[in-house]
């Protein structure tokens, strides 16, 4: 089973996409945007402080007719997050996803930020470890019927 660590390996080089709490709405919107991601990181220094999501937009600002421009995101931000370490499963991670109704989670460790991942993260793990799987009975059977 991939872990959170394989996940975050496979892609080293991406750049969390985080701002800071007195950062608005409109800032966060424009980072999603242009990363084509759905969650903003919420930091300030080393600390984790939340995440806002297009969800959290959909909900707090869209359905509530707020300004983009005004909100800030310390106001807006889900500040009660499920976090993973690096050594959990990504079965696990589903889990935790589906039982706190969220699709990205933090990772950290020692109370270091390493990463984020989304539930496209684990699905994509998985299938890749699934069709791993195949490929090796597809040559065991094939190499045993020669
Ligand atoms: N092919 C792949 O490897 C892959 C991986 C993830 C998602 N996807 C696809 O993208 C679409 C949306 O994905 P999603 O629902 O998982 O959510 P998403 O759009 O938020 O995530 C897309 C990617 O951006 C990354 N990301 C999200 N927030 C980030 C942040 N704050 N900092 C740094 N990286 C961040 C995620 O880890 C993920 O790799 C889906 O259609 C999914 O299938 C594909």
């Known amino acids: 089973m991939p872990t959170v660590a394989d996940i975050l390996y496979d892609r080293k080089d991406a ?3 985080a701002l800071p709490p007195t950062a608005t709405v409109r800032e966060a919107l424009q980072m999603m945007a242009d990363r ?3 969650s903003v990181l919420i930091i300030q220094g080393d600390s984790l402080l939340g995440l806002f999501t297009e ?3 959909a909900r707090k600002i869209a359905l509530k007719g707020l300004s983009s421009n005004d ?3 310390m106001n807006v931000m889900s500040a009660k997050l499920y976090v993973v370490s690096p050594r959990q499963t ?3 991670c589903m889990g935790i996803m589906t039982h706190g109704r969220t699709r990205h ?3 950290v460790d020692g109370g270091q930020l390493l990463g984020l991942v989304s539930i496209g ?3 994509n793990a998985m299938m890749n ?3 791993f799987l195949i490929s090796q009975l597809e040559s065991y059977i094939a190499g045993d019927l020669a």
């Open 129 to 131: 470890k699934q069709r």
């Open 71 to 73: 909100a800030l995101l």
């Open 121 to 123: 993260d684990l699905v």
């Open 90 to 92: 990504a079965e696990e």
């Open 15 to 17: 750049p969390l996409a």
């Open 36 to 38: 084509d991601i759905g």
């Open 105 to 107: 989670l933090p990772v």
């Open 55 to 57: 969800r959290d937009y």
